[in-house]
């Protein structure tokens, strides 16, 4: 009896080691198939190859190396487009005026890179950066309203408040010689961004301000570096116990602040409950600020609770961390530049006076040099150095055959930079390239630093009117200067734009009292 039963148990082992072997050798064919498939269709360009499963991800790492590789193959390959190994799978990489235009604008390149963006997915799960298609379509059209022209200079106050908090925070640093301050200016605009997301400030100095600014710097470094190990499969060795449990902190915290909102709207809010302290439940009753109108689409089924979090998730992030980034390359550009900054300054003496320091978004639009400088700026530096797109369905451009599933990548860092199209200089910091006469005749693709197509950035009027007030506060205050010189900027990308070395800025008072912005 003994006996039987061990052979039908070494028979139902075999049997599931059969099945095993079965499974394995559909899963090499389907792979080598795809693979072999891949090999086929990078044959129409130049491509970069590499090792075996790594590709050319080697020479990726550090990070710092990044944008350079990807930039020297163009060089290599003289064309606008080519593919890359990177990980176990092939990417497009262009800079093609065309191809970027059929990109950017087309249903058919809708979705985002799975590969790129899976580690901002496990950060805030279909948030509208990574939601698929038919899902950021529903949600991109509801949030619409809540980035509308008439929401955005409702703003203008809590700007102007969040740039005299910047003035006096820098003041602080004035004859201590040069000095870190991109740390300053994240804590600054964390604060306009909970203002204008939540109707709630983190306000200066408490432990909620010092936790969340640290949760959302730990957790923007992970993502970056999860980015990178996506493409070789194994992001998930990033998402370590301290990565889940900043994870959790940031969604505890907005959860209660969204509980307390809720209650609030319902008049029915008691403080005494909540672990937010008290002085922070400012909320604002503007039904146009985000927080509203994500709840009302909940209480319209429109939005599920997921939705509410996970796109407050994504406001509150997309808005601190990418013009925090555009502020501090702007000032390091201007410290390096002093005739640019000066010329800037008299700009705004033209403009406003000491005796009437009231600005609107009227006069804000007057300042035209300033205009030059931020887009100059935004050329050079752009937030997000590269995008990356998904092909939903087999498309073929221009005698390119791309597949359904096909990565792409567009660094606009690299595309910013092309010669033919900036001239000879094109690396040098010129607020002049963007002159009418200058400007008009290029590509519309040529200058892209908030993507480009329906699935632009949703924020970029936010952007350009908090720069505008950031800016003209600060340089009415101070002259900035640097001893660190614009041709040993190295640059990284950490999903947003990084200095492989931040430089240090030194603030000096223009007058002898603060003036602020009313």
Not at 182 to 200: C, H, Q, Y
Not at 436 to 443: D, I, V, Y
Not at 481 to 500: A, M, P
Request: hydrophobic share 40%; net charge positive.
């Amino acid at each position: 009896m003994q006996v039987k039963e061990n052979v039908v148990s070494f028979q139902g082992f075999k049997i599931v080691l059969y099945l095993c072997v079965i499974l394995c050798l559909i899963l090499i064919y389907v792979k080598y198939f795809k693979r072999s498939r891949y090999h086929i269709i990078t044959s129409q360009l130049p491509t970069a190859r590499g090792f075996p499963f790594l590709g050319i991800a080697y020479k990726l790492i550090p990070m710092k190396k990044f944008l350079y590789i990807l930039e020297s193959y163009f060089i290599k390959f003289k064309s606008w487009n080519y593919f890359a190994w990177i990980g176990p799978q092939p990417f497009l990489v262009t800079v093609d005026l065309d191809m970027i235009k059929e990109i950017l604008t087309s249903n058919r390149f809708l979705d985002k890179s799975t590969t790129m963006y899976s580690a901002i997915d496990n950060a805030i799960p279909k948030g509208l950066i990574t939601s698929p298609g038919e899902k950021w379509k529903h949600n991109r059209k509801l949030m619409n309203s809540t980035f509308t022209h008439k929401t955005i200079i409702k703003f203008i106050p809590i700007f102007k408040d969040g740039a005299q908090a910047l003035v006096e925070r820098l003041n602080d640093n004035v004859g201590n010689g040069e000095c870190e301050v991109f740390e300053i200016i994240k804590r600054t605009f964390l604060d306009m961004a909970m203002e204008t997301t939540m109707g709630v400030g983190l306000y200066k100095g408490n432990d909620n301000h010092n936790e969340m600014i640290r949760g959302f710097n730990y957790m923007l470094k992970q993502v970056a570096n999860g980015a990178m190990f996506s493409t070789l499969k194994v992001g998930f060795l990033t998402y370590t116990p301290r990565y889940y449990k900043t994870k959790q902190l940031i969604k505890d915290y907005i959860e209660t602040l969204i509980e307390d909102k809720r209650k609030a709207n319902d008049g029915t809010i008691d403080s005494k409950n909540v672990n937010v302290k008290s002085e922070e439940v400012d909320i604002r009753k503007d039904a146009d600020i985000f927080i509203n109108r994500a709840l009302n689409f909940q209480d319209q089924s429109l939005f599920q609770h997921a939705d509410v979090l996970n796109e407050t998730q994504t406001v509150i992030a997309g808005s601190f961390d990418t013009v925090s980034t555009q502020i501090y390359s702007i000032l390091i550009m201007l410290a390096m530049h002093p005739n640019i900054q000066q010329k800037l300054f008299e700009e705004t003496e033209e403009i406003i006076s000491v005796e009437n320091m009231s600005i609107e978004y009227e006069q804000l639009k007057q300042f035209s040099y300033m205009d030059l400088v931020i887009k100059e700026t935004l050329r050079l530096m752009p937030s997000i150095p590269i995008i990356g797109r998904e092909a939903v369905k087999d498309v073929t451009f221009n005698g390119i055959n791309v597949p359904k599933g096909m990565q792409v990548m567009i660094p606009i860092f690299i595309l910013h930079r092309r010669t033919d199209l900036w001239g000879p200089l094109a690396h040098s910091f010129n607020p002049d390239n963007f002159l009418p006469e200058n400007n008009c005749k290029r590509h519309p693709c040529a200058y892209i630093p908030f993507s480009k197509g329906s699935r632009n950035c949703i924020g970029w009027h936010y952007a350009e009117v908090v720069l505008r007030v950031m800016l003209l506060s600060l340089i009415r205050n101070f002259k900035f200067t640097t001893s660190f010189r614009y041709e040993d900027l190295i640059f990284s990308d950490h999903i947003s734009l990084r200095y492989v070395e931040e430089p240090k800025l030194q603030i000096c008072r223009r007058n002898e009292f603060l003036e602020r912005i009313n």
